[in-house]
């Protein structure tokens, strides 16, 4: 076990290192120091999925909140930032079947985003993307509310799962 200690503690020591000094491994950060705020209005919503676009908006403005590297702003005025969405997509994919009785088991909800990064200042956009899909799966539920209750649970899955996709594209270089 001493062996063993003491071949991981280089390893160990080099992490902390690499923590302590700001490094990171993924693409490089291309806002400008003095960016400091971001709005995330309303996203709107091209499907027939109600508030769905309350969900997705929702979820990033926590993921930007939780990460705090900037701050996020209620007024687009006030903001050096604005992040724009729009809900392109919605839909559910069956995952599994029963033949007998003719029925799906489960589903991936899947979400298909375009957002928009802007510089308000400067006035120009920095990062458009025109499909950001994320995706999530549920069983289904014979129980017609509890299936909706799953179903939004994997609503919400995939939209953490997007808004957590677009903090880091919009941090670490779009």
Known sequence: MKHLFSLLT???LLLTILAGCGYHLSGSNRLPSD???IA???FYNETFEPALENTVTAAVKQAFLTNSR???VNDPEEADLVLKGKVVSFGLT????D???SVVLEYRVRIRVEV???DRRAQKVLWK???MEASAEYVVNPDTAANRVAQDHAIAEAGLQFADNVVHRVLEGY
Not at 94 to 97: H, I, R
């Open 94 to 97: 069956p995952l599994a079947f």
């Open 129 to 131: 993307e025109p499909g």
């Open 10 to 12: 280089p390893y160990a």
């Open 35 to 37: 960016v400091r705020t």
């Open 116 to 118: 928009a990064l802007e």
């Open 70 to 72: 900037l701050a996020v």
């Open 40 to 42: 995330v209005p309303v």
């Open 99 to 101: 033949r007998t009785r």
